[in-house]
């Protein structure tokens, strides 16, 4: 009967093994987010009917650079997003909610409307959008539990209060 291996390096390995597991598991997501982005511009800058040489040179990338993003092997940083979303004339927040930066939030027509304008530069209307967000937070977070109660007691008039008025 073969004896039983008390050696550690079985769990070790199986160990590692996990670990890699995890790490190849990252490195397929941010794989497919890099390639999600650069789908994404490509898509953009093809229907801007931009070549790549000009948005390289618009954003202040290098020309390998972009075509790597844009081939999904690189993943840009949110300044670099930023500038190829001013190349492109499309809002940098379009491009960070693509690349996993941000959040996709509401449409609503004051957000809409604030994208669209085209008087303001990119970081005035994150800006705007930034302070409008925060004050709907705010009024959220104030608006009384009970609105419901309070809109019912407002309707009942106080018979005390009547009777007294017509008493006099």
Do not use: W
Request: net charge negative.
């Amino acid at each position: 009967m073969p004896a039983k291996s008390t050696n550690s390096d079985d769990g070790d390995r199986e160990l590692s093994g996990a670990a890699a597991g995890a790490s190849d598991l990252a490195a397929r997501v941010v794989s497919s987010a890099a390639h999600d982005i650069g789908g994404f511009i490509r898509a953009q800058r093809e229907a801007a009917q931009v070549s790549m040489r000009q948005l390289a040179q618009l954003a202040g990338v290098s020309n390998p650079y972009l075509s790597q993003i844009e081939r999904g092997l690189r993943k840009p940083s949110a300044d670099v997003l930023a500038q190829i979303a001013k190349g492109l004339r499309v809002s940098s927040e379009v491009l960070y909610v693509q690349a996993g930066y941000l959040e996709q939030r509401p449409h609503s027509p004051i957000r809409d409307a604030v994208l669209a304008e085209t008087a303001i530069n990119e970081r005035q209307k994150q800006v705007l959008l930034e302070i409008y967000d925060s004050f709907c937070r705010e009024n959220e977070s104030s608006r009384p539990a009970a609105a419901p109660d309070f809109a019912e007691s407002a309707a009942i008039p106080d018979t005390e209060t009547s009777l007294g008025e017509q008493d006099d």
